[in-house]
């Protein structure tokens, strides 16, 4: 194989932008279904895990919301794409506080959308940078199953409708601390 041919094998930035804004798209929503789950079934004492659940959703969608609006950049985009994972991550663990952590399929869910933070990480990593075909496969995938175990807890019903999210003032404080 020559380079010009390997070239040719390589995802050109807007298709890698495609990947990246679907798996940044359905953390975002995993992030926003995990703010309404939370504020629906706290209790007086989880005010704080609602307050986080929300701020979390809130910051996917301004992580989707700069990419949405961005060229393509393979880096930024998987940035944007770790924002949303990390984001719904933290909603993720506020509904498991919401259950209780003796509940088995919220734990799970808990676990596999950290898991999925942490493979967006990787596809986003200074020596990735979005392009690794490998990392951004295993994030993809990631993302599925973090998709699926939320919706095994209760946290996403299939066919509903995604409670929308104001992404709030992007202040260059929080731009430059989602690395942007």
């Known amino acids: 194989m020559n380079v ?5 094998q390589e995802p050109t930035a807007a298709a ?4 990246h804004a679907a798996r940044a798209e359905s953390a975002a929503a995993r992030a926003a279904a995990l703010s309404h789950y939370v504020e629906q079934s706290a209790s007086g004492s989880h005010a704080d895990a609602v307050w986080k659940a ?3 959703a809130r910051v996917a969608a301004q992580a989707l919301a700069v990419l949405s609006e961005s060229e393509p950049d393979p880096a930024a985009d998987s940035r944007c794409a770790r924002n949303a994972a990390a984001s719904a991550a933290q909603a993720s663990q506020m509904g498991q506080l919401v259950d209780g952590t003796d509940v088995e399929a919220s734990a799970h869910a808990c676990r596999a959308a950290l898991l999925a933070s942490q493979a967006a990480g990787a596809a986003a990593g200074a020596k990735s940078l979005g392009v690794d075909e490998g990392l951004n496969a295993e994030a993809d995938a990631a993302e599925k199953a973090a998709v699926t ?4 807890a209760g946290w996403i019903r299939p066919g509903e409708d995604v409670p929308s999210v104001a992404t709030g003032v992007r202040s260059p404080e929080v731009m430059t601390m989602m690395h942007l």
Do not use: F, P, S, Y
Not at 16 to 19: G, Q
């Open 16 to 19: 890698l932008k495609v990947r």
């Open 149 to 152: 175990a939320a919706e095994a």
């Open 4 to 8: 010009q041919d390997h070239g040719e």
């Open 54 to 56: 929300a701020h979390a």
